[in-house]
Every structure is written in C-alpha cells, then in structure tokens.
C-alpha cells in the first residue's frame, strides 16, 4: 500500500517524481524516498514523515539527473523510519529499489543471501528485492530482474535503477498494481493514474507477472514467460484537475461536493431511452436471468454499499443475497457455484482479500461482476463481466464519491436484474423514474451545507466542545434500520477513519439487546430515522435514547414534524424520496458530520493515522 513512481526523459527527474509523490500519498505516508541517476552516480534520500520532509530536505540540497524512482510509504514491515524507507540500496550502492506489496517469502531469500554475504540494514521485506536482483546482475538490468522475479514470492510492483545503467528503469508487477506511461521523449512507471497525468495521457495497464523496461526513447514489455508482450495502450479521459482540491480544504469535502454529479453521470451514461444499459458488461443478460442466487464480497465501505444492495435487490428481484466482507468469504469455504453470480465491490479495484475472495468464487465455477471505479484495474481484469462505477479518481483516504457511486450503480443493477428476472415494465420505469430525480435532490440537500457556518458544522463544534467538557468520554451510536442500516455502519467508519473517535454502527432493534448499556449522557447517538415502513420504530428507539439522558442527532424525512416531539437535539432533513434510495442521500449528512468533527479537532482529514487507500495486503 505504498505508491511507487519511476521516471526517464530529459527533464528533472526529481521534480517530476516529487510531484508524482504528491498525488501517491494517498496510498501511503509515514515516509518517503527518491533515488535519481546523475553522472555515473546514484543519489538516494529517504526520510520518515511526510513527503514535505523529503521535499524539504530536497530544496537543501537538489538533485539533478533526468532518470530516477521515487517511493511513498504505509509501513508493513519495520517502523516507519529514515532505515526502513525505499529507495533500498543494494549492498554495493550501485542498485535502488522502490517497491509496493509484501514479499512473503522474504526471510528465506535474506537468509540464503546473508549466507552469500549480503547486509541488510532494514528491517523490510522490500530490501531483498534490491539484494536479488543485485546478486543476479551481470551487466543487464532486465535480466537481473527476470531473475530476481522468479525467486519471490507474494505481491509486488517494484522499479529498479542501477548506476552503470544511466536512464533505464526495469520495473515489474503481480497482484499490486503498475502502469507505464507513454510519453514524448520521456516514459513513466507509476502505481496509480494522478502521478503521470500531467505528463502524458497514454497509459498500459501492465498485467501480473509483466516487465517492463524503459528508458526515455524506448518502453518494452515483456511477459512472465520473457516473451515480448504486445499490451494496449489506453487513453485517460479524465483530467488531473479533476484530482485537485478546487478550491476546497480538503479532498474529502471537495469529493462530498461531487457526489450529485457523480450520480448524474453514472445515470445519464448508463440510461438509453430510459433503459439500463451496462455497455461495458460481458455478461449477458440472459445469463444473468438464470441466476439463483447472489453472493456479494467487499471490504469497508464498499462493504456497506453491497450490504445496502441486498435490501434493494432481493426487495426489487426476488433474488436472495448474502453479503460478506472479503477477509471472511474468502476463508471459509463459500457455497457458490455456477448459479451464483459473485458481485465483488471494490473502489481500488486492488484490494487483496477482494482479489482473492474474487479468485476464489471463480475457481468454484461462479462467475463474478465487479463494481469498481478504477479502470484496467487487477479485479476489474480479473471478473467475468464490469460495471464501472466512474466516480473519478478519490483522493481523500476516507471514501464518499465512490460509495455513493457504488449505490448508484447497485441501483441501476438491481433494475438490470429485475427486468433480466421478469419485473412489469412499469416496475422498473417506476424505480428508473425515481433515480432521475436523485441528483437534483442531492443537489438541493447539499446546497444548505455550502457555507462554513453550516448547521452540521456548528453541532460539530458544539460536539468538541462537549467531549472535551467531558474528559473525552463521549463517542458517537449510530443506529438505522432497514436499507439504512448500512448508513450506520458507515457513519460510524467515517467518523472513526478520520476523528479517531469510538463510534459504533447498530441496527436499531438490537438497541435493547447490548447497545442500550452504553446510553447515559455521554453518547451522541445519530438516529436514522426518514420516512419508511420502520419509522415508528425509530420514534420508539428515540424515546428510549432520550428517557435515559442520550444525545440525538435525527436525520428525517423534510417536513417531518413528529420528531421535534422526541426532542431530539439536533434534526437534519434529507429530502423525502422512497426509502429505497434514502441511502444515496442520508449518507450525505453523516459525511459531513464526520468531516466536521475531524475538523474541529485539526486532524489530518485526507490522511489519517494508519490508513492508506488502497489496501494491497491482506
Ligand atoms: C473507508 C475506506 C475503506 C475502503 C476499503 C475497500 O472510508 O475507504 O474502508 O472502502 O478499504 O477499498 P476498495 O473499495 O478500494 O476495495
């Protein structure tokens, strides 16, 4: 889950991979690193923290070769520290070595070339890759590394240098993702998209077991069986503006903003004359229609969309689903086998227990669809069939835009599957009906949260206040049921990603059974409480929350007026739409309220402590 970017042309190599960094971090930053290729000699400075230590280190004293490999961290192996940052130096300093993934066999390789009289100084898996492929050199980089790839084992994206061989970089893939970018006189390796894109559009999604060896004039792919591969070159439709902050404090905000937009687009793409079409989607509908049963697997928030999509689909096809998180499914054996359709959700579209989960209901004869927002990603390429989710690229570390344009997406599957099952006509264009309106009104429902001094805001404020006046024993209750259930789920991961805050995410019957221990005065309970068949219910949960002394914030149906009853503290409306697509907008305001209270206590709200983007380790 680090970000790895390599670079040869005839420009600064270390300005273009600083940049590049800049847009990588996301995947990582507890320590960052650069080596570049200067006169027959190799410069390598690594720092822990955040890349601006390296960047300032670097104003000090620049570098100035036009070939090098730059590296942001998210620790696995070894603490983050100046030691266990990449680049890694081979023993005799003539190699360096950037690396994303886990070496699972790492121990035995360092044993055998400690034995051969390497020295480790790290404590890192990645360091033996640098070792390797040094003890396989002799006087060809690629083949070095051809060498060194058959020894590991695990998952790798990784870029070589070495000093003899001035403005080439060998890189290569398995199960982590690497592009190479195909400029003008200069070529790229790169982790993700954002780190090249000001550079060139022209893009190769490089497969597993691939290498590739660059240099300013020339870019070769070879495939695992050293064969020269022939692999397409892809053109990126999207801008780099549009992975920049616009004007906003903080990618989380600016993509909380995007989300009516995203929706609009998602729908507008996927609707011919009012029918869903899924242009990109190899499996057939036919197909489909024979399906008995549908098993879907994610992790995190994704996880909660497709927990959200078994409400929709089973209520709108009749289709029974069970929902998994990856780690769990792939693990124990799943009962699914070729009438199971696997829907695996994934933003990344690289997350190794989805990936694996993914591997493991193919090789039971289930076919699976992805839901995933990057392109040419490894379980984009891995499914049967794709629905991309098109959200743009996400930066902030803590997700919204790609969650709700996961549910988006679910939606227009659910109505796909519906009519692939049989649905009346006029059921569908019922639900297709409703979904039109769901931008314009995420739209209207954000437009009162625009200011700084927003409601949201100020119940945030009033929050840190609170906890502070109350020795930091408050935490946040989320409780929904339903199709909101979810919600809660996910209020709760967003509030604890990025404000380190204790907050838990139930359905709200299970109140009486645990939960319901925890209400005193502490608690800020968030209560989803919209129009719907379990509104009553909620009311009730209210009234309990409030006899013993809770705090509630309610999230309601406009012009609801029974709430103000509960004395609820605080009451933020979502516009009234069918239940089943309250989802889409009540997740909104549990952003928001997330955002603001990481805000109120000056946290690092696009990177906070631990995480990383895409996680690409089990
Ligand atoms: C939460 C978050 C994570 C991801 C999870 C899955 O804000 O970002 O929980 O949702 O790591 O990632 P993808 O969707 O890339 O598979």
Redo the contacts with the bound molecule.
Sequence with gaps: MCGIIGYAGKKNAEKIIIKGLSRLEYRGYDSAGIAVLEKGDLHIRKKQGKLSVLADELKRAPLKGVTGIGHTRWATHGIPSDINAHPHPSGSEDIAVVHNGIIENYREIKKHLQNKGYLFRSDTDSEVIAHLVSDNYKGDLYLAVKGAVKKIRGSYAFAVVHRDEPGRIVGSRMDAPLIAGVGKGENFVASDIPAILDHTKKVIYLENGDIVDLSSQDLKVFDRTGRKARRKKDTITWDISQAEKKGYKHFMLKEIFEQPDVMRDIINTRLKKEKVVFQELSIKKKDLAKIKNIAIV??????HAGLTAKYMIEKHTGIPVWVDTSSEFRYRDPLVDKKTLTVV???????AD?LAALREARKKGSSVLAVCNVVGSSIARESDGVVYTHAGPEIA???TK?YVAQLTSLYLLTIYLAEAKGAKKADTDALVKQLKKLPAEADRLLDGYRSKKNPIAKYAEEFHKYYLARHNKSCFLYLARNINFPNALEGA??LK?ISYISAEGYPAGEMKHGPIALIDENPWVVCIAVRSATYEKMISNIQEIRARGGIVIAIVSEGDREIKGTKAKYVIEIPDVPEVFSPALVVIPLQLLAYYVAAEFGYDIDQPRNLA???TVE
């Design positions: 994610a992790c995190g928030t994704a996880y959700i994934s933003q990344s579209g690289e997350t989805t570390v803590a997700s790609a991961l967003k990603e983007k895409s996680v």
